[in-house]
């Protein structure tokens, strides 16, 4: 299991941006994808971004593309969520997770073995 902890969630107006960070430990951070799901109330959670061990290959749910950007800094055991042009059904609590196996992107929940307390993103005017 690795620990994940997540930050930056907030308060946010439409249009408006945040950046989430995961702080990991416990693994080997440099060899297991990273990934980001969220859940709205009443939601199941969801997909939200993916990005491999090296840093490269991002995915992304169709919902985020072109707004939101996932990396990762290997150095620091670090993987950021970069969210623009935020919109009201952007909100709800973000979740890190890293992948089950090392060395493999996935982009369903099943593939994820460890998870973050996950942190709040509000779009509210």
């Known amino acids: 299991q690795m620990q994940l902890v997540e930050s930056g969630g907030g308060l946010v107006q439409p249009g408006g941006s945040l950046r989430l960070s995961c702080a990991a430990s416990?693994?080997?951070?440099?060899?297991?994808?990273m990934g980001w799901f969220r859940q709205a109330p009443g939601k199941e959670r969801e997909f939200v971004a993916a990005?491999?061990?090296?840093?490269?290959?991002?995915i992304y749910a169709d919902s985020v593309k072109g707004r939101f950007t996932i990396s990762r800094d290997n150095a620091k055991s670090m993987v950021y969520l970069q969210m623009n042009t935020l919109k009201f059904e952007d909100t709800g609590v973000y979740y890190c997770a890293a992948a089950k196996a090392p060395l493999v992107l996935a982009r369903e929940a099943a593939g994820f073995g460890s998870w973050g307390q996950g942190t709040q993103v509000t779009v509210s005017s």
């Open positions: 416990g693994r080997t951070f440099s060899i297991y994808a």
């Open positions: 990005i491999n061990w090296g840093a490269g290959s991002p």
